[in-house]
């Protein structure tokens, strides 16, 4: 009579297990986001190699670049500051006095519009939640040395990231 009970206590666990098994591979597959919190970021643009160099600095990293424009802005202190295209208009950069200052990352379609991918993409590793974050921009205001880091977004990915480096 013992062996009856212990081999049906045997089966009633072998169920349960079971039954945890594909409660948990529901989990797995149907609850679960698909992002993986640890997995790796591309990095795009090394931004604290690029950010406050001056031209030629910049040119010894990113390749020669394309004059596109000359840019002008009274607020920055800007009268007749070159804007240069680097990477075949992948990076696109204006030269505020003399030093890389806004700093544009083009064709991003690739990568979801999250913080941390966003941040990976620039080559920043401090995780620093956004001061902005609604209707498809995100914005991060004094973020180390950098006064303001903006990202926009298209169908959930991220369209072009723009780095204003010390004008506001």
Known sequence: MEQTSVRRQWANWKFITFIVILIAIFIKFYVLDEHDENAAVTVELDLP?????????????????????????????????????????????????????????????????EDRVILGLLNLTESIAPNIDKDGVK??????????????????????????????
């Open 49 to 113: 190699r690029i950010a406050l160099r001056n031209q030629q600095e910049v040119a010894a990293i990113l390749g020669k670049g394309k004059l596109l424009n000359y840019y002008k802005d009274q607020k920055a202190g800007c009268e007749h500051c070159p804007s240069v295209s680097y990477r075949d208009g992948k990076v696109e950069v204006i030269y505020i006095n003399e030093i890389a200052d806004q700093i544009r990352l083009n064709g991003l379609s690739d990568y979801a519009f």
């Open 139 to 168: 914005t991060w205001d004094n973020y180390q040395k950098y006064t303001q880091i903006t990202a926009f977004s298209r169908d959930g990915r991220v369209d072009y990231i723009l780095i204003k480096s010390k004008t506001e």
